[in-house]
């Protein structure tokens, strides 16, 4: 069963405009989000994160919102650059034994 | 540069054989996860070690097996290769519980 989704598999945005990237769980017991970034043959790299006791997080350019009735998050770039073009995987935490990731969404950033 | 180190980069062998595959978590945390990235299954959990001590499991074949050193470095093992055991393999090290650092990754490719 997938426990975090990321339904777009894709997301194509201008260069400068914002890019929303979303995702939705299903486990009520997920206290902690997190957004990373992928290159291919690279490893994850951290992003941002969000505690289930907060309903955003904010860091540069970055912004994560978390919607706990709705059990969605977002995550928003702006604005947005080429150099932004990667996969973007969400990811929750149980307690921070492991990580279930989403099965990630490709973004593009046009110039 | 997350801080998180693994080896071999890169990885081939035949079915039936074993491999190791090492990683060193960032300076500081005691946590190591080991994960698998196939094309099919996207990032998938394998198991956690926690200051020399298995913490958490999860869809972890019983051919493969893991354990973190006094040094706090980790090992997972790979037995009885399979073709289906081609994947990336990732590691990551954290200190909170939460926020996971990863490594480059490790290519196997089995023939």
């Known amino acids: 069963d997938q426990q975090v989704k990321q339904n777009s598999p894709s997301l194509s945005v201008q260069e400068g405009r914002i890019s929303i990237l979303n995702c939705d769980y299903t486990n009520s017991m997920f206290d902690y989000f997190l957004w990373y970034k992928k290159y291919p043959a690279e490893g994850p790299t951290f992003l941002i994160s969000i505690s289930s006791i907060k309903d955003k997080n904010e860091d540069g350019r970055f912004t994560v919102f978390l919607n706990k009735s709705a059990k969605h998050l977002s995550l928003h770039i702006v604005p947005s650059q080429p150099g932004d073009s990667a996969v973007y995987f969400c990811a929750a935490s149980d307690y921070g034994n492991k990580l279930v990731f989403g099965a990630g969404t490709i973004l593009r950033v046009k110039s | 540069d997350s801080g998180v180190t693994q080896t071999p980069k890169h990885l081939i062998t035949a079915t039936g054989q074993r491999v190791t595959l090492r990683c060193s978590p960032r300076s500081g945390d005691l946590s190591v996860y080991w994960y698998q990235q196939s094309l099919d299954q996207g990032l998938q959990f394998l198991i956690q070690?926690?200051?020399?001590?298995?913490?958490a499991k999860g869809n972890i074949l019983e051919r493969f097996s893991a354990q973190q050193f006094p040094d706090l470095h980790s090992e997972l093992n790979l037995s009885s290769l399979e073709l289906g055991d081609s994947a990336l393999y990732f590691c990551?090290?954290?200190?909170?519980?939460?926020?996971?650092?990863f490594g480059p990754g490790t290519r196997l490719l089995v023939l």
């Open positions: 070690y926690y200051n020399g001590e298995e913490r």
């Open positions: 990551a090290s954290g200190l909170d519980g939460e926020t996971q650092y």
